[in-house]
């Protein structure tokens, strides 16, 4: 049975993931993730996003770094970046990165440089939130996991 | 009496051997390098997962962990190809459209005019109509959006026989 501070722990969580999925930043991919995480495999869902995260970053540098110089600005290469970028954040449930990496890549097939640039900094914003509230979900899974033992199941409907 | 004989990855190497029966017994080594990675299940099915985002490919490797069918993982279409020109044969094929060195659509052109008849299943997160042509007129038999769910993965699985899950 859950102690107090676990249970407690648990509507935090709930109510973090309400609002991820309420603001459109996490869609039903990241509950699909959670599904994966069992015994066999419990930190698969820490795995994945440490993965995204690393190469997310690197994916964001080289972007701000294409897109250092309006002359030699190379639109084939940013689309490639982007595409990856779009690839894992739909595997993780991340809906709004990867809605703001297709305006983005629409922008950078315009050969748009104003535009790219501002989409990369839009892009820039979401990831940065995105980690910031995944970071929180999952010290709060360790706090619970510690105050209760057992691993979270999400209770989002 | 079919036995497998499965190694941990050792470096970039996976050694499988294979007995069939007792007056005829038959090695294969299956040698993997740049980039290749194998888990073996125990009917012998297997599928080729071609991606290049290693999280997609973790999702899928723990999608079908609980299916008996074995998974090898090209990072792009030209690992893909070279695996078949080694001689390896595979139930299932998903081929992911945008990859560096050589994309979906190529490697699934190249596969065909290799003579290789399996089915291969594009994967991408466009579902555009013209994408979902191009590949199909490369010579896919089927086009999916990525991220594939457990669901669709199993629809898939069971359509092309391959639908076994463990006890």
């Not at chain 1, 990867?98 to 914003?125: I, K, M, P, Q, Y």
Request: hydrophobic share 40%.
């Amino acid at each position: 049975m859950l102690g107090l501070g676990a249970a407690r722990l648990e509507a935090d969580m709930n109510r973090l993931m309400a609002l991820l999925f309420h603001q459109g930043v996490l869609d039903e991919q990241f509950m699909q993730l959670q599904q994966l995480q069992d015994e066999s495999s419990p930190n698969f869902v820490s795995e994945v996003i440490s993965i995204y995260f690393r190469e997310s970053e690197k994916l964001l540098k080289n972007l701000r770094s294409l897109l250092a110089d309006r002359e030699c600005t190379d639109y084939t290469k940013i689309g490639i970046h982007l595409n990856q970028l779009m690839g894992s954040s739909s595997s993780i449930g991340a809906k709004r990165v990867r809605t703001v990496c297709l305006a983005f890549r629409a922008a950078s097939e315009h050969s748009n440089w104003s535009g790219c640039l501002r989409l990369l900094e839009v892009l820039e914003h979401e990831y940065c939130y995105l980690k910031t509230k995944l970071h929180e979900l999952f010290q709060m899974e360790q706090h619970r996991v510690m105050a209760a033992g057992a691993r979270y199941h999400p209770a989002l409907s | 009496m079919h036995i497998l004989l499965h190694q941990p990855p050792v470096s970039f190497y996976i050694w499988s051997f294979f007995v069939l029966n007792s007056t005829i017994a038959r090695i294969c080594f299956s040698l993997h390098c740049d980039g290749g990675r194998a888990s073996m299940g125990s009917t012998g099915r297997r599928v080729l997962l071609v991606e290049d985002i290693e999280i997609n490919r973790m999702v899928m490797r723990r999608l079908l962990s609980d299916s008996n069918v074995g998974l090898e993982e090209a990072e792009n279409g030209k690992i893909a190809v070279d695996f078949i020109k080694q001689g390896r044969t595979y139930d299932l094929i998903f081929m992911d459209r945008d990859m560096p060195v050589m994309n979906g659509h190529e490697a699934t052109k190249q596969l065909r005019s290799l003579g290789v008849t399996t089915p291969i299943i594009a994967l991408s997160s466009d579902c555009l109509p013209s994408d979902r042509d191009r590949f199909i007129h490369a010579g896919a038999n089927a086009f999916q959006a990525k991220p594939l769910s457990k669901i669709e993965l199993v629809r898939i699985l069971t359509e092309y026989g391959l639908n076994i899950t463990r006890a």
